[in-house]
């Protein structure tokens, strides 16, 4: 609970700069472990065992960059290339950067449906990846796969097709994978 009263003096970019650094930090550590989707490879949140630093030194990071909005999803790996989304000029938008922290695209969508708390925004929704592709989601209602190069391979529009988003709080809910299909679960009041 300190950790979150201290974050809140952050800028949301800043938190979600941390949280990227603290990944690549823990990835490499671990050069070969991927983490395909949030909670990691195997959805307990934890990294295997490995030599890993114990206390935080913004001095000793390998590379930082800014990103272009108040992007809160938490971000994935696969093969050494980094993959989250945020907003990019009010666009939802999924980023990929190089294991040195070198931008190597964004790929755009729709209009980003901001997040209600000050700290969120349409972006909280992790990416996941199977190794084939990378699929996303949004609270604008994008759902969509991308191939590794940032090209669209197909998207959908879930508040389209069932209905805007009614409840309370923001949509963080992310991606979940099968071995044949990718699955959204989307909450909302009234008839689904």
């Not at 997040?115 to 349409?122: A, L, M, T, V, Y």
Request: proline share 5%.
């Amino acid at each position: 609970m300190k950790w979150f009263t201290k974050a809140r003096a952050f800028k949301a970019g800043q938190i979600i700069g941390f949280i990227l650094l603290s990944t690549v930090v823990v990835a490499i550590a671990e050069p070969q472990q991927n983490w395909p989707h949030w909670r990691g490879p195997l959805d307990n949140g934890c990294a295997d065992g490995g030599t890993y630093p114990v206390k935080w030194d913004v001095e000793k990071v390998r590379w930082k960059t800014s990103l272009p909005g108040k992007g809160c999803s938490t971000p994935i790996i696969w093969d050494q290339r980094i993959y989250l989304t945020a907003p990019v000029n009010g666009l939802d938008a999924v980023l990929a950067f190089d294991w040195s922290g070198k931008s190597l695209w964004e790929t755009k969508f729709g209009r980003e449906n901001a997040g209600r708390h000050r700290n969120g925004s349409g972006s909280n929704a992790s990416p996941a990846t199977d190794g084939k592709a990378v699929f996303v989601y949004f609270k604008s209602g994008t759902f969509a796969a991308l191939d590794f190069d940032g090209k669209v391979r197909w998207q959908t529009n879930l508040v389209d097709r069932f209905g805007p988003d009614t409840l309370y709080w923001d949509h963080g809910t992310s991606p979940v994978l099968t071995e044949k299909y990718v699955v959204m679960a989307r909450m909302h009041h009234g008839e689904s």
